[in-house]
């Protein structure tokens, strides 16, 4: 974005579900006392925040959508929904179906990836750092015996693994030999 002073190459919905998934997971934490969870969740959302104030740099119109999400979010689980207890299950499904959602996103390419039979489209890096995201923090819910925590990450294991396979079964060679071929 800095190098081009633009946004046309980036998209915003990342971004904002993101930001929206840290605050969600912090306010969680903030509501059952978990440290580790406000601790990590207030560096995402920070860093998470400065994503978003570069991109709301290049491109001012989106401050409005941005600004609606979050106020809504905050208006139905800190004022519509009074009961600290009803609260805290409201906010670990929401964050829980956040997550799950986060995780499944990449098999999206799925058929991209089969039809063009390349993982150009898939980042190596990314696959590994989520499942070690994902196995911590299932492990963390289950030492907490925390369903929201633990079920909402199994997915981000299971589509490292798919990925996994995918990178294996069309090597990065093949898709050298494949691009050269379509050039």
Not at 12 to 17: A, E, G, K, Y
Request: with cysteine; hydrophobic share 45%.
């Amino acid at each position: 974005m800095r190098m081009t002073r633009s946004v046309d190459n980036v998209q915003f919905l990342p971004f904002l579900t993101t930001e929206v998934n840290n605050l969600g997971w912090l306010s969680y934490g903030a509501l059952k006392g978990d440290g580790i969870l406000i601790v990590v969740n207030t560096v995402g959302a920070a860093l998470q925040t400065l994503y978003i104030l570069a991109y709301l740099h290049y491109c001012p119109r989106k401050t409005a959508t941005l600004l609606g999400v979050l106020l809504l979010g905050y208006g139905y689980f800190w004022l519509l929904v009074p009961n600290p207890e009803a609260r805290l299950q409201q906010l670990g499904l929401f964050c829980s179906v956040f997550t799950i959602s986060m995780y499944l996103s990449p098999l999206a390419d799925l058929a991209k990836v089969i039809q063009t039979k390349s993982t150009q489209c898939l980042s190596y890096p990314l696959t590994i750092a989520t499942l070690l995201t994902s196995a911590s923090w299932c492990l963390y819910g289950f030492r907490l015996r925390d369903p929201y925590i633990m079920v909402s990450n199994f997915p981000g294991i299971v589509t490292s693994f798919i990925r996994f396979w995918l990178f294996w079964k069309y090597p990065q060679e093949q898709d050298r030999n494949y691009w050269l071929l379509q050039t």
